[in-house]
């Protein structure tokens, strides 16, 4: 079946850390940019993170730069995100995804994962 | 950035009638060397991550109903469905992919009249 699954998400306290996961199966991950969108509790999407085929090339949102890094193993199929001096307003269900882009229609996204930082 | 904004923000529409969410880009989203709109378009159930409607614009993705359609061009676009079934209740939500960052639209959630 063709899926990604995220896991690793929780309640953490203003100025943690979490770490992200995202596991894909039943497609050729290498092949496909990743990216992470987080979408607060009632609110709409947001684009965060993405990550090139290879790992070498990144970006990210603004407003977690230099805080959130993305990374990936394409030996084990697995899509991270890594997220430090965390704040309130990164509460949010994090969706890992590969999105429909200029070279390719194969958009996917997993179910997500909830990260609540608060005290 | 670009920025996407959709119209309206909520709309109630009755079963069986027409329903029409609008996206405009800040910038144009059409790529001159293929000649294709780099917009997509999503619908988002309640506690479901969104599903992925139409790309390019108007190429309807496979499996989607005919009675949805997604048109325009440039920095204007529109997403209509001819004939409004209780399962289409959703938000939907516009999202370019002409250049980073990628950038949704806020949203237009879609009810029942």
């Known amino acids: 079946e063709v899926q990604l699954v995220e896991s690793g998400g929780g309640l953490v306290q203003p100025g943690g850390s979490l770490r992200l996961s995202c596991a894909a199966s039943?497609?050729?991950?290498?092949?496909?940019?990743m990216h992470w969108v987080r979408q607060a509790p009632g609110k709409g999407l947001v684009w965060v993170s993405i990550i090139n085929i290879d790992g070498s090339s990144t970006a990210y949102a603004d407003s977690v730069k230099g805080r959130f890094t993305i990374s990936r193993d394409n030996a084990k199929n697995t899509l991270f995100l890594q997220m430090t001096s965390l704040r309130a307003e990164d509460t949010a269900v994090y969706y890992c995804?590969?999105?429909?882009?200029?070279?390719?229609?194969?958009?996917?996204w997993g179910q997500g994962t909830l990260v609540t930082v608060s005290s | 950035d670009i920025v996407m904004t959709q119209s309206p923000g909520s709309l109630a529409v009755s079963l069986g009638e027409r329903a029409t969410i609008n996206c405009k880009s800040s910038?144009?989203?059409?790529?001159?060397?293929?000649?294709?709109?780099?917009l997509a378009w999503y619908q988002q159930k309640p506690g479901q991550p969104p599903k992925l409607l139409f790309y390019?614009?108007?190429t309807r993705e496979s499996g989607v109903p005919d009675r949805f359609t997604g048109s325009g061009s440039g920095t204007d676009f529109t997403l209509t469905i001819s004939s409004l079934q209780a399962e289409d209740v959703a938000v939907y939500y516009c999202?370019?992919?002409?250049?980073?960052?990628?950038?949704f639209g806020q949203g237009t959630k879609l009810e029942i009249k």
């Open positions: 995804a590969s999105l429909a882009s200029p070279g390719h229609n194969f958009d996917l």
């Open positions: 039943g497609f050729t991950f290498r092949n496909y940019w």
């Open positions: 999202q370019q992919y002409y250049s980073a960052p990628r950038t």
């Open positions: 390019w614009a108007s």
């Open positions: 910038q144009s989203v059409l790529n001159s060397s293929n000649n294709k709109n780099f």
